[in-house]
């Protein structure tokens, strides 16, 4: 699988952004997913994920009430809408699929593909 992640940029604190990660190679409904971040100088922390069928999600505490993971795998793509977007949200965000099943932990689950990563900028 290859995964794509798009729509980071330079917002303004308060604003928001929406991130998407495409899939290609096999289908995305096969692969639980998730975001993770990873700023400068730190190491990469999770963020968010959703189920095979999008009807679970879960989110890291700084994600909580201002993003929203969802998907469509019809369009095998995968979602993250920031809103309220903070300075410390600044980071290089990656989409990740994993073949596990869900009900395992986000944080240290193995991830089997990742995708490049796309730059979130927030200015103060």
């Known amino acids: 699988v290859q995964l794509q992640a798009s729509g980071g940029g330079l917002v303004q604190a308060g604003g928001s952004l929406s991130l998407s990660c495409a899939a290609s190679g096999r289908t995305l409904s096969s692969y639980v997913m998730a975001w993770f971040r990873q700023a400068p100088e730190k190491e990469r922390k999770f963020v968010a994920d959703?189920?095979?069928?999008?009807?679970?999600?879960y989110y890291d505490d700084s994600a909580k009430g201002r993003f929203t993971i969802s998907r469509s795998n019809a369009k095998n793509t995968v979602y993250l809408q920031m809103n309220g977007l903070k300075p410390e949200d600044t980071a290089v965000y990656f989409c990740a699929a994993t073949s596990t099943i869900y009900y395992t932990n986000s944080r240290t689950r193995k991830y089997d593909y990742w995708g490049q990563g796309t730059l979130v900028t927030v200015s103060s």
């Open positions: 959703i189920s095979r069928n999008g009807g679970s999600t």
